[in-house]
């Protein structure tokens, strides 16, 4: 929140020190599957002043892709974090820097990629509930080779290649695992986060989204001066919708909530959100800004572009609506705490697309920025969205990009193909719905693209479009699976759109996983 965030007292708080890659996330999310508070700081940001203010319980050191023996600038902190006096577990290129900040050695090895077993060669709690032998995943080229003995003490060893797996401090509880034990490949790897989060730790497990709202309540109450208003764009995504159930609670009226129909969004969604959010006490403004939006996108193909375009759109209809109320003096937005790290700048993260929230707003828009959630997970959003008396099957809804259905699009967003993935996409929906399968899956929707497809319909052959049906498994959309769900699932998704679709003449089903492929088409 631009107010500043002040750290949570209420609860213990689990640092992580991300080096960089993807698995800080991970790391974070298995720590508050424990209930308990993670926060992840960029190695560049960490300090001795961060570690004063949030105060934490335990540090933890993320992997990352350089290598601290050959990369030019490797990422590093200083030793003075060993003496910070909480439990530390230095995860692969953590473990790593942990052996380096002791006097270890660290050497390129032979590589260790995937399943790979170790031996416990010295108990300690940390493998509380471990075989002596187990299995976990690995993914590192650099090795710790030895730890001066008078410091450390090893725990644990590869099979095949005898390398430290793990290893413990003396006089201290500082660990390094060469493994990821927050991959779900690393069987007991929740296990081994429990037993250093809480057994060594000793963490409180009293972390739950649903215990911050009147702390969130009171941050927006403070934030906000007694005659200013603010403005939050609501879509009907439990995002949005929880971020103007807290602003309702904490300033009443002087919420300004505006619903904006972009024309793109899915079957009858216009309607059912407005029925949805009124029913929950929010009575939003209604822009139909449809005719606007597909006229700006007319003739444009690139899919950036046309994010580009819808983003300014919303961005000057916020601007009239604060011009034609000057008690507008903020803009809230659902950013929620995976956008807010990456736009952060995690390091070694490349912009793969530009869909982030944050930092999203053009300067001239002249409102400060409200950010109610920006630490919470999306399975967190949906714990609080039932507590604040969200309808399960919007708090559980699938998540749906800003620019809608123009990124299910691939090439001019026209009517005929607007019409196409809306009710395709309603279809897939209503299937799975059927089947009990929608919630258990994290996104499922249809994309019609150029190309094209021979169709014969009746006895006349018929040029038709090609719809894909993409449904994916994931956490948290930064990795995914495509679902293998039931082929007489697929069969009849397949033959109601062919049917009841005009224009259609083939339907085919995504089945690559992100990475390589990412889940929207564009
Ligand atoms: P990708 O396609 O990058 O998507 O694998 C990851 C998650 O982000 C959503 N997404 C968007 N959300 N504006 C949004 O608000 C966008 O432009 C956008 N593009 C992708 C996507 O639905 C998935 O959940």
Known sequence: MESGWTPFKEFDTVVIVNFGGQYAHLIARRVRELNVYSEIVNYTDFSVDVVERIRPKAIILSGGPSSIIASPNPPVIGGW???????????????????????????????????????????????????????????????????????????????????????????????????????????KGRKLIENFVVGIAKARQNWNPGNIIDRIVDEIKSAVGRDEKVLCAVSGGVDSTVTALLLKRAIGDRLVAVF????????????????????????????????????????????????????????????????????????????????????????????????????????????????????LYKDEVRKLAIALGVPREWAYRHPFPGPGLAVRIIGEVTEEKLAIVRRASKIVEEELRREGLYERVWQAFAVVGEDRWVGVKGDRRELGYIVTVRIVESEDAMTADWSKIPLEILERISNRIAREIPGVTMVTYAISSKPPSTIEPC
Request: hydrophobic content about 40%.
């Open 260 to 375: 904006v129909n972009h024309g793109l969004l899915r079957e009858d969604e216009d309607r059912e959100v407005l029925n949805m959010l009124r029913s929950l006490g929010i009575n939003p403004i209604y822009i139909d800004a449809s005719q606007r939006f597909l006229k700006a996108l007319k003739g444009v193909k690139d899919c950036e572009e046309k994010r580009r375009i819808i983003g300014e759109l919303f961005a000057e209809i916020f601007k009239e609506i604060a011009e034609s109320n000057k008690d507008i003096k903020w803009l809230a937005q659902g950013t929620t705490y995976p956008d807010v790290i990456e736009s952060g700048g995690a390091v070694g993260a490349d912009k793969i697309k530009s869909h982030h929230n944050v930092a999203g707003l053009p300067k001239w828009l002249n409102l400060r920025v409200l950010e109610p959630i920006r630490h």
């Open 81 to 187: 974090v060993l003496d910070v006096g909480v439990p530390i577990l230095g995860i692969c290129y953590g473990h790593q820097l942990l052996a380096y900040l002791i006097g270890g050695r660290v050497e390129r090895g032979v590589g260790e990629y995937g399943k790979t077993e170790i031996e416990i060669v010295a108990h300690n709690d940390i493998f509380a509930g471990w075989g002596k032998r187990e299995f976990v995943w690995m993914s590192h080229s650099d090795y710790v080779a030895e730890v001066p003995r008078d410091k450390a003490i090893v725990l644990a060893r590869s099979v095949e290649t005898g390398y430290i797996a793990a290893f413990k401090l003396i006089d201290r509880p500082v660990y390094g695992v060469q493994f990821h034990p927050e991959v779900y490949h690393t069987p």
